[in-house]
C-alpha cells in the first residue's frame, strides 16, 4: 500500500495543475448566470418572406410546427452541450426570445452568427469556373411544360448577373435608407430561368457566393485564377458577404461566386432533391493531406437515389452549398452511395469551421429565417437578499459536511475533508472547461453533489472499521477496506455513468446539460475518493503519523440484527398506495412552471427605478375575483437602459406570467370576433361557434363576409390585422376557403386554426396591471391622466416554453434506455437479472412518490414548487442517488453470498444491517444539507427552494426504497427462481 507514494503524489500534482490552469484559463466569473450577474435579451422576428413561403407550403410542415421547430434547431446550435444558461422562447406569431447570461462580445456575436444560418444543405453541380472536367448539359423546363436544352455560356450570365445588381442596387439602397427589408440581394441576383411560373420557385441555374473562408483562401492563392495582390482575412470576406446581404456599400473585389446547375429530374417541381434532412451520423475527419474535414453518411433511404445522381454526373463538380454559400466543389470520380466526405479546400477547414459545419449539419435546418430586431441588457434576475440566502445557505451547508466528517471519523474525517475540498477544486476546474455557465441553483447543486460524494469515503471508512474489528493490523485494514469498497464504488458510480450517458445521447438542452456535469462530479469524486484519500493513508502510515488502529464514533452497533425483511409487507402496501395516490396526484392536477407551460410576456415601464423582487412581488398579489391567484407563477426581468418619457426616467421590466389559458367556445368567440370585425369592417358578416381538437388545442374559426372574395384577398386582410396594442394576433395561420368558387377562386366563408395559447385576454391581464402600477405608468397628456398603453406596455404577447417541444418525450424514452441499460449492466455484473430489475423498479418506485409529494405540497402552497428545468434535474439526481443506495447494498449481498449460512431472506436482511451505518449517514449528511437549503430559501420562491425540497423527499424515498422495496423484490424473484426450478424437476 505503501509503494510508489511519490509517483502518486506527482500524479494528484499534475492534476492539481491542470485544474488551476482551467480555471485560470476560463475564470468562473465570466460565466455566472443571468440570475447571479444580469446579461443580454436578444429579440429576433421572422423574415416576412419566409412566413409567405411556408404560409403557401400545403404540403409539408405547417407553420405552427415550423416555429415551434425553428426553436428547437436554434436551442442546439447555440447551446450544444446542454450546459449554457440559454433560454429560448417564442414570443408571439413570428419572434423568438433569447435570454442569454453576460458573456464576451465574441461569444454573443457568434450567437447572433448562428441565429440568422438557415443550415440549408445542397448538392447541385458546378458549372464554368467550379465545373470539375467538363460542364453538365443543361436540360430547363419551358413555360409550356416541354424541355429544352441551354447552352452555357458563362460570360453571358456574368453580364446578366452584374447587369441585374447594378439595376436592383438603387432600391436596395432605398430600402435600407428607410429601415426596411430589401427584397433583392446578393442572395438573389438574377433569374436566368425558372422552373416554373412563380417567383419564388426554385430555378435550375443560379449564382452563389463563396463561402468567406473559401473565398478567402482563392483569394490569396498566387498563380490561381482569383489572386489578388493583398493579403484578404476570412473576417474581410465575411464582412463584404454580411453588407452585400443587408444592402450595404462592400468590397466588390472580394466576393467570390460561380453558377451551380439544379438538375430539375431531381430538384424539379415535386422532387425532393438532396439536403441536410437526407444527412446523418456527422462526424469530424480528415482529407487525404490530413486537413480538416467533415464525414457524413448519406440516410439509407435515399442511398440509391444519390447513387444514381452521382452516376449521373461522374466528372462533374458536386457543389455542398450551405447558407446559399458554396463550401467545395470536388469532382465526382465514381458514383457515391453511402459514405462521403466535405472537404475544405487545399487546407481543410479551419476548426470553427468544422465544428460550425458539424454543429449545423447535427441541429438541423431553419426553414424560417429570423432577423434581429432588439437587444437589451438586463439586470440579475435573482435580487440580493435571495442570492446572500442562498450563497449563506449553500456555505452552511458545506461547513455541516465538514464538521460531522471530522468529528465522526477523526483523523479519517479529516482525509475525507482534504478529498472533498480538493473534489470541489475539480469539479468547478470541469464546469470552467465546458465553460458551463453558474447559477445559483448550480452552485447548491454542486455542494449537493459533494455531500453526496462523502458516500464513497464512508463507504471506505466502514469498511476499514469492520476490517480493524477483526483483529487486522492498521495497514492490513486500510488496504483491504480500499480493496472491498472499490469494487462497490465502482459498481454504483459505473451504473449511473451508463444512465449519465444515455441521457446525454438521447436526452436534449439541460437534459444532456445536466449529464455532461454528473458525468464530472463521479470522474472527480472517483479520484479524490479512491487515489487521494489512500495516498494520504498511504503517507501517513508510512510516516508513522497514525499507530495502533484509527478512532471513529459509532452511532450503529455492530452487532445490529434488526428484521428489516419482516416488514415487507405493510411497506408493500404502502408503496402501492402511495404510487396510486401520487399517479393520481399528478394527473389531476397542473404541476408545471414557466419552463413547460409558456404564458404571456408583458414588457411593463415605470416611473422610477424599484427592483424586479419589488415588482414580482406585487405582481404575485393579483387575484382573480374569486380571490385565487391569477398568475400563478411570475418572473422579472428588469432592463438595464432606462428611457425618459415626460421629462423623468424610467425603466423597463419584462414579466413573464403564467396565464393558464382554457376557453369555451364562447370565450374563444369573444376573442376572435371583435378583431375580424376590425379587419374587415363592413364586409364582416358573422362568425361560426368555434371547435376545438383537444389532442392539440387548436381552435377552428369559420367567418362569413357579406360578398365573395378573393381567397387571397381575405388572406392578407386576416394576416395583417394588428389589435389596439400594435400586436397581430392571426400573422401566422393559413386561411382557406369554403366552398370557393371554381371559376374566379372567391369565397364568402373562410377559415382557419389557431392555437389556443395565442388567444391571450389582454384586456384582462392590462386592467390588472394597471390597477397595480397605475400610479407610476406613463400617462397620456391632456387626457385626465389616462395610462398612454403604447408607453406603458409597449410588447404584450404569448411565449412559448423555454424548452424544445419535444423534451418531456426526449426525457422518458432517456429515462427508459436508461433503465434497460441498467438492467442489462447489472445482470453482468451480478451474473443474475433479478438484481437488475429490482433496481429499476426501485428507482420508477422513487421517482414517482417523490413526483407525488412535490406537486401534492406545491398544489396546496406549502413550498414553491412548480416542474421547472431546476426540478427536473433534482429528479434526475434521485434517479442516480436511488441507484447509488440500492447497489451497495446489492454488492453486499453479493459478497456474503457463500460466506454465511442462511436463506437467501436471511442473507439479505444481513446484508442491511452491515450496510445500515453506511445508509443512514450517507442520507442523514445528504438530507441534512439540502434541508439548510430548504429553511434558508423557504418562502422566497427562488429555484433553490423547489429543487432542495425536491431532492430532500428523494434522500427519504431512495433510503426507503433500498431496503423496503429492492431487497424484497429480489428475495422475491429469488424464490420465484427456486419454485420453477423445483417444479421442474418434478
Not at 692 to 717: G, I, N, Q
Not at 919 to 942: D, P, R
Given at each position: 500500500?505503501?509503494?510508489?507514494?511519490?509517483?502518486?503524489?506527482?500524479?494528484?500534482?499534475?492534476?492539481?495543475?491542470?485544474?488551476?490552469?482551467?480555471?485560470?484559463?476560463?475564470?468562473?466569473?465570466?460565466?455566472?448566470?443571468?440570475?447571479?450577474?444580469?446579461?443580454?435579451?436578444?429579440?429576433?422576428?421572422?423574415?416576412?418572406?419566409?412566413?409567405?413561403?411556408?404560409?403557401?407550403?400545403?404540403?409539408?410542415?405547417?407553420?405552427?410546427?415550423?416555429?415551434?421547430?425553428?426553436?428547437?434547431?436554434?436551442?442546439?446550435?447555440?447551446?450544444?452541450?446542454?450546459?449554457?444558461?440559454?433560454?429560448?422562447?417564442?414570443?408571439?406569431?413570428?419572434?423568438?426570445?433569447?435570454?442569454?447570461?453576460?458573456?464576451?462580445?465574441?461569444?454573443?456575436?457568434?450567437?447572433?452568427?448562428?441565429?440568422?444560418?438557415?443550415?440549408?444543405?445542397?448538392?447541385?453541380?458546378?458549372?464554368?469556373?467550379?465545373?470539375?472536367?467538363?460542364?453538365?448539359?443543361?436540360?430547363?423546363?419551358?413555360?409550356?411544360?416541354?424541355?429544352?436544352?441551354?447552352?452555357?455560356?458563362?460570360?453571358?450570365?456574368?453580364?446578366?448577373?452584374?447587369?441585374?445588381?447594378?439595376?436592383?442596387?438603387?432600391?436596395?439602397?432605398?430600402?435600407?435608407?428607410?429601415?426596411?427589408?430589401?427584397?433583392?440581394?446578393?442572395?438573389?441576383?438574377?433569374?436566368?430561368?425558372?422552373?416554373?411560373?412563380?417567383?419564388?420557385?426554385?430555378?435550375?441555374?443560379?449564382?452563389?457566393?463563396?463561402?468567406?473562408?473559401?473565398?478567402?483562401?482563392?483569394?490569396?492563392?498566387?498563380?490561381?485564377?482569383?489572386?489578388?495582390?493583398?493579403?484578404?482575412?476570412?473576417?474581410?470576406?465575411?464582412?463584404?458577404?454580411?453588407?452585400?446581404?443587408?444592402?450595404?456599400?462592400?468590397?466588390?473585389?472580394?466576393?467570390?461566386?460561380?453558377?451551380?446547375?439544379?438538375?430539375?429530374?431531381?430538384?424539379?417541381?415535386?422532387?425532393?432533391?438532396?439536403?441536410?434532412?437526407?444527412?446523418?451520423?456527422?462526424?469530424?475527419?480528415?482529407?487525404?493531406?490530413?486537413?480538416?474535414?467533415?464525414?457524413?453518411?448519406?440516410?439509407?433511404?435515399?442511398?440509391?437515389?444519390?447513387?444514381?445522381?452521382?452516376?449521373?454526373?461522374?466528372?462533374?463538380?458536386?457543389?455542398?452549398?450551405?447558407?446559399?454559400?458554396?463550401?467545395?466543389?470536388?469532382?465526382?470520380?465514381?458514383?457515391?452511395?453511402?459514405?462521403?466526405?466535405?472537404?475544405?479546400?487545399?487546407?481543410?477547414?479551419?476548426?470553427?469551421?468544422?465544428?460550425?459545419?458539424?454543429?449545423?449539419?447535427?441541429?438541423?435546418?431553419?426553414?424560417?429565417?429570423?432577423?434581429?430586431?432588439?437587444?437589451?441588457?438586463?439586470?440579475?434576475?435573482?435580487?440580493d437578499e435571495a442570492v446572500a440566502s442562498g450563497v449563506l445557505a449553500t456555505m452552511l451547508g458545506g461547513l455541516l459536511v465538514v464538521v460531522f466528517m471530522v468529528f465522526y471519523y477523526r483523523f479519517s474525517g479529516v482525509v475525507a475533508v482534504v478529498a472533498l475540498v480538493l473534489n470541489l477544486g475539480l469539479m468547478l476546474a470541469m464546469l470552467a472547461l465546458f465553460q458551463a455557465t453558474i447559477t445559483l441553483p448550480g452552485i447548491a447543486g454542486i455542494i449537493l453533489t459533494i455531500g453526496m460524494s462523502v458516500d464513497a469515503n464512508i463507504l471506505i471508512f466502514e469498511r476499514i472499521r469492520e476490517e480493524l474489528?477483526?483483529?487486522?493490523?492498521?495497514?492490513?485494514?486500510?488496504?483491504?477496506?480500499?480493496?472491498?469498497?472499490?469494487?462497490?464504488?465502482?459498481?454504483?458510480?459505473?451504473?449511473?455513468?451508463?444512465?449519465?450517458?444515455?441521457?446525454?445521447?438521447?436526452?436534449?438542452?439541460?437534459?444532456?446539460?445536466?449529464?455532461?456535469?454528473?458525468?464530472?462530479?463521479?470522474?472527480?469524486?472517483?479520484?479524490?475518493?479512491?487515489?487521494?484519500?489512500?495516498?494520504?493513508?498511504?503517507?501517513?502510515?508510512?510516516?508513522?503519523?497514525?499507530?495502533?488502529?484509527?478512532?471513529?464514533?459509532?452511532?450503529?452497533?455492530?452487532?445490529?440484527?434488526?428484521?428489516?425483511?419482516?416488514?415487507?409487507?405493510?411497506?408493500?402496501?404502502?408503496?402501492?398506495?402511495?404510487?396510486?395516490?401520487?399517479?393520481?396526484?399528478?394527473?389531476?392536477?397542473?404541476?408545471?412552471?414557466?419552463?413547460?407551460?409558456?404564458?404571456?410576456?408583458?414588457?411593463?415601464?415605470?416611473?422610477?427605478?424599484?427592483?424586479?423582487?419589488?415588482?414580482?412581488?406585487?405582481?404575485?398579489?393579483?387575484?382573480?375575483?374569486?380571490?385565487?391567484?391569477?398568475?400563478?407563477?411570475?418572473?422579472?426581468?428588469?432592463?438595464?437602459?432606462?428611457?425618459?418619457?415626460?421629462?423623468?426616467?424610467?425603466?423597463?421590466?419584462?414579466?413573464?406570467?403564467?396565464?393558464?389559458?382554457?376557453?369555451?367556445?364562447?370565450?374563444?368567440?369573444?376573442?376572435v370576433e371583435p378583431e375580424l370585425r376590425l379587419a374587415f369592417a363592413e364586409a364582416f358578416d358573422h362568425l361560426d361557434e368555434p371547435t376545438k381538437d383537444e389532442r392539440s388545442d387548436e381552435w377552428s374559426f369559420t367567418f362569413h363576409l357579406k360578398a365573395a372574395t378573393a381567397t387571397e384577398s381575405a388572406s392578407e386582410t386576416v394576416n395583417a390585422h394588428a389589435d389596439t396594442t400594435g400586436r397581430r394576433p392571426f400573422e401566422i395561420v393559413r386561411v382557406l376557403p369554403v366552398s370557393p368558387n371554381p371559376e374566379d377562386e372567391t369565397a364568402t366563408a373562410f377559415r382557419f386554426e389557431i392555437n389556443e395559447?395565442?388567444?391571450?385576454?389582454?384586456?384582462?391581464?392590462?386592467?390588472?396591471?394597471?390597477?397595480?402600477?397605475?400610479?407610476?405608468?406613463?400617462?397620456?397628456?391632456?387626457?385626465?391622466?389616462?395610462?398612454?398603453?403604447?408607453?406603458?406596455?409597449?410588447?404584450?404577447?404569448?411565449?412559448?416554453?423555454?424548452?424544445?417541444?419535444?423534451?418531456?418525450?426526449?426525457?422518458?424514452?432517456?429515462?427508459?434506455?436508461?433503465?434497460?441499460?441498467?438492467?442489462?449492466?447489472?445482470?453482468?455484473?451480478?451474473?443474475?437479472?433479478?438484481?437488475?430489475f429490482a433496481a429499476a423498479i426501485a428507482v420508477f418506485h422513487d421517482v414517482i412518490i417523490a413526483l407525488g409529494v412535490v406537486v401534492l405540497f406545491n398544489s396546496l402552497g406549502i413550498v414553491h414548487v412548480p416542474i421547472n428545468l431546476p426540478i427536473i434535474a433534482g429528479f434526475l439526481t434521485i434517479i442516480g442517488y436511488s441507484l447509488n443506495d440500492t447497489i451497495v447494498l446489492f454488492d453486499r449481498v453479493r459478497e456474503n453470498l457463500g460466506n454465511i449460512k442462511g436463506s437467501f431472506g436471511e442473507i439479505v436482511n444481513h446484508s442491511i444491517n452491515q450496510t445500515l451505518a453506511r445508509t443512514l449517514l450517507?442520507?442523514?449528511?445528504?438530507?441534512?444539507?439540502?434541508?439548510?437549503?430548504?429553511?434558508?430559501?423557504?418562502?422566497?420562491?427562488?429555484?433553490?427552494?423547489?429543487?432542495?425540497?425536491?431532492?430532500?423527499?428523494?434522500?427519504?424515498?431512495?433510503?426507503?426504497?433500498?431496503?423496503?422495496?429492492?431487497?424484497?423484490?429480489?428475495?422475491?424473484?429469488?424464490?420465484?427462481?427456486?419454485?420453477?426450478?423445483?417444479?421442474?424437476?418434478?
Amino acid at each position: 500500500m505503501t509503494d510508489k507514494i511519490m509517483l502518486r503524489w506527482i500524479v494528484i500534482c499534475v492534476v492539481v495543475l491542470l485544474a488551476a490552469w482551467s480555471l485560470a484559463e476560463n475564470p468562473l466569473e465570466d460565466n455566472l448566470g443571468i440570475d447571479l450577474r444580469g446579461g443580454v435579451t436578444l429579440t429576433y422576428e421572422v423574415d416576412s418572406d419566409s412566413i409567405k413561403q411556408a404560409r403557401r407550403d400545403s404540403s409539408g410542415q405547417s407553420l405552427e410546427d415550423a416555429l415551434e421547430d425553428t426553436v428547437r434547431v436554434i436551442s442546439a446550435r447555440i447551446n450544444t452541450l446542454g450546459v449554457k444558461d440559454l433560454s429560448v422562447r417564442r414570443e408571439g406569431s413570428r419572434r423568438i426570445l433569447i435570454q442569454a447570461p453576460a458573456m464576451l462580445d465574441t461569444e454573443l456575436e457568434e450567437i447572433k452568427r448562428r441565429m440568422v444560418q438557415l443550415g440549408q444543405l445542397e448538392f447541385p453541380i458546378g458549372m464554368g469556373r467550379i465545373k470539375g472536367k467538363k460542364d453538365p448539359t443543361l436540360k430547363i423546363y419551358n413555360e409550356d411544360g416541354s424541355t429544352s436544352v441551354v447552352e452555357f455560356r458563362e460570360a453571358d450570365f456574368d453580364k446578366q448577373l452584374a447587369d441585374r445588381i447594378a439595376q436592383d442596387w438603387p432600391a436596395i439602397r432605398k430600402a435600407v435608407g428607410e429601415g426596411r427589408q430589401p427584397e433583392e440581394n446578393l442572395y438573389r441576383p438574377g433569374k436566368p430561368y425558372n422552373l416554373v411560373h412563380e417567383e419564388e420557385a426554385r430555378t435550375e441555374i443560379v449564382w452563389k457566393p463563396w463561402s468567406a473562408g473559401e473565398a478567402a483562401s482563392r483569394l490569396n492563392q498566387p498563380g490561381g485564377d482569383d489572386y489578388i495582390e493583398r493579403t484578404v482575412t476570412q473576417e474581410e470576406v465575411q464582412a463584404a458577404l454580411s453588407n452585400a446581404r443587408k444592402g450595404a456599400e462592400y468590397d466588390k473585389e472580394l466576393i467570390l461566386g460561380g453558377w451551380l446547375y439544379f438538375d430539375p429530374d431531381w430538384y424539379g417541381a415535386g422532387r425532393r432533391g438532396f439536403s441536410g434532412r437526407d444527412v446523418k451520423n456527422v462526424s469530424r475527419g480528415e482529407d487525404q493531406l490530413g486537413g480538416k474535414a467533415v464525414n457524413y453518411e448519406i440516410s439509407r433511404d435515399r442511398q440509391g437515389d444519390f447513387e444514381d445522381y452521382t452516376q449521373k454526373f461522374i466528372d462533374h463538380a458536386k457543389c455542398l452549398v450551405l447558407n446559399d454559400e458554396i463550401w467545395s466543389n470536388p469532382t465526382i470520380q465514381s458514383a457515391l452511395s453511402d459514405s462521403v466526405q466535405i472537404t475544405g479546400g487545399g487546407t481543410g477547414f479551419t476548426e470553427e469551421d468544422q465544428t460550425w459545419l458539424i454543429d449545423c449539419l447535427q441541429s438541423g435546418s431553419l426553414r424560417l429565417r429570423p432577423s434581429l430586431q432588439s437587444e437589451d441588457n438586463v439586470e440579475a434576475t435573482l435580487g440580493d437578499e435571495a442570492v446572500a440566502s442562498g450563497v449563506l445557505a449553500t456555505m452552511l451547508g458545506g461547513l455541516l459536511v465538514v464538521v460531522f466528517m471530522v468529528f465522526y471519523y477523526r483523523f479519517s474525517g479529516v482525509v475525507a475533508v482534504v478529498a472533498l475540498v480538493l473534489n470541489l477544486g475539480l469539479m468547478l476546474a470541469m464546469l470552467a472547461l465546458f465553460q458551463a455557465t453558474i447559477t445559483l441553483p448550480g452552485i447548491a447543486g454542486i455542494i449537493l453533489t459533494i455531500g453526496m460524494s462523502v458516500d464513497a469515503n464512508i463507504l471506505i471508512f466502514e469498511r476499514i472499521r469492520e476490517e480493524l474489528s477483526k483483529g487486522k493490523t492498521l495497514v492490513s485494514s486500510v488496504q483491504t477496506g480500499f480493496d472491498r469498497a472499490f469494487v462497490t464504488i465502482i459498481d454504483a458510480n459505473l451504473t449511473t455513468v451508463i444512465t449519465a450517458v444515455i441521457l446525454y445521447q438521447y436526452g436534449v438542452g439541460p437534459i444532456k446539460g445536466f449529464a455532461v456535469t454528473l458525468m464530472a462530479g463521479i470522474a472527480c469524486s472517483l479520484f479524490t475518493a479512491l487515489f487521494v484519500a489512500k495516498t494520504i493513508f498511504a503517507t501517513a502510515i508510512g510516516k508513522e503519523l497514525i499507530r495502533g488502529g484509527l478512532n471513529m464514533t459509532r452511532w450503529v452497533p455492530a452487532d445490529l440484527r434488526w428484521d428489516f425483511i419482516g416488514k415487507v409487507k405493510k411497506a408493500a402496501v404502502a408503496s402501492v398506495v402511495g404510487i396510486v395516490a401520487a399517479l393520481a396526484i399528478f394527473f389531476g392536477s397542473d404541476p408545471y412552471g414557466l419552463d413547460f407551460t409558456g404564458g404571456t410576456i408583458v414588457r411593463m415601464t415605470l416611473e422610477g427605478d424599484v427592483t424586479s423582487q419589488e415588482v414580482k412581488d406585487q405582481v404575485s398579489t393579483i387575484s382573480k375575483d374569486d380571490g385565487t391567484t391569477l398568475f400563478p407563477n411570475v418572473a422579472v426581468t428588469k432592463l438595464v437602459e432606462q428611457r425618459e418619457i415626460g421629462g423623468k426616467a424610467h425603466t423597463s421590466y419584462d414579466i413573464h406570467l403564467q396565464t393558464v389559458v382554457s376557453l369555451d367556445s364562447s370565450e374563444a368567440a369573444q376573442r376572435v370576433e371583435p378583431e375580424l370585425r376590425l379587419a374587415f369592417a363592413e364586409a364582416f358578416d358573422h362568425l361560426d361557434e368555434p371547435t376545438k381538437d383537444e389532442r392539440s388545442d387548436e381552435w377552428s374559426f369559420t367567418f362569413h363576409l357579406k360578398a365573395a372574395t378573393a381567397t387571397e384577398s381575405a388572406s392578407e386582410t386576416v394576416n395583417a390585422h394588428a389589435d389596439t396594442t400594435g400586436r397581430r394576433p392571426f400573422e401566422i395561420v393559413r386561411v382557406l376557403p369554403v366552398s370557393p368558387n371554381p371559376e374566379d377562386e372567391t369565397a364568402t366563408a373562410f377559415r382557419f386554426e389557431i392555437n389556443e395559447k395565442s388567444l391571450i385576454g389582454k384586456d384582462e391581464i392590462l386592467e390588472k396591471l394597471i390597477g397595480v402600477f397605475g400610479d407610476k405608468l406613463p400617462k397620456e397628456s391632456g387626457n385626465g391622466g389616462a395610462v398612454a398603453q403604447a408607453l406603458a406596455f409597449p410588447k404584450l404577447n404569448f411565449v412559448g416554453p423555454n424548452v424544445v417541444a419535444n423534451l418531456k418525450q426526449q426525457a422518458i424514452v432517456a429515462v427508459i434506455l436508461s433503465l434497460i441499460a441498467l438492467i442489462l449492466y447489472i445482470w453482468f455484473r451480478f451474473k443474475e437479472i433479478k438484481y437488475g430489475f429490482a433496481a429499476a423498479i426501485a428507482v420508477f418506485h422513487d421517482v414517482i412518490i417523490a413526483l407525488g409529494v412535490v406537486v401534492l405540497f406545491n398544489s396546496l402552497g406549502i413550498v414553491h414548487v412548480p416542474i421547472n428545468l431546476p426540478i427536473i434535474a433534482g429528479f434526475l439526481t434521485i434517479i442516480g442517488y436511488s441507484l447509488n443506495d440500492t447497489i451497495v447494498l446489492f454488492d453486499r449481498v453479493r459478497e456474503n453470498l457463500g460466506n454465511i449460512k442462511g436463506s437467501f431472506g436471511e442473507i439479505v436482511n444481513h446484508s442491511i444491517n452491515q450496510t445500515l451505518a453506511r445508509t443512514l449517514l450517507t442520507s442523514l449528511t445528504t438530507f441534512a444539507v439540502v434541508f439548510i437549503l430548504l429553511i434558508l430559501n423557504y418562502g422566497a420562491e427562488s429555484p433553490i427552494e423547489g429543487i432542495a425540497f425536491t431532492l430532500m423527499v428523494g434522500v427519504l424515498v431512495g433510503t426507503y426504497s433500498s431496503i423496503f422495496i429492492a431487497s424484497p423484490l429480489v428475495i422475491w424473484f429469488h424464490d420465484r427462481e427456486e419454485r420453477r426450478a423445483k417444479t421442474a424437476k418434478g
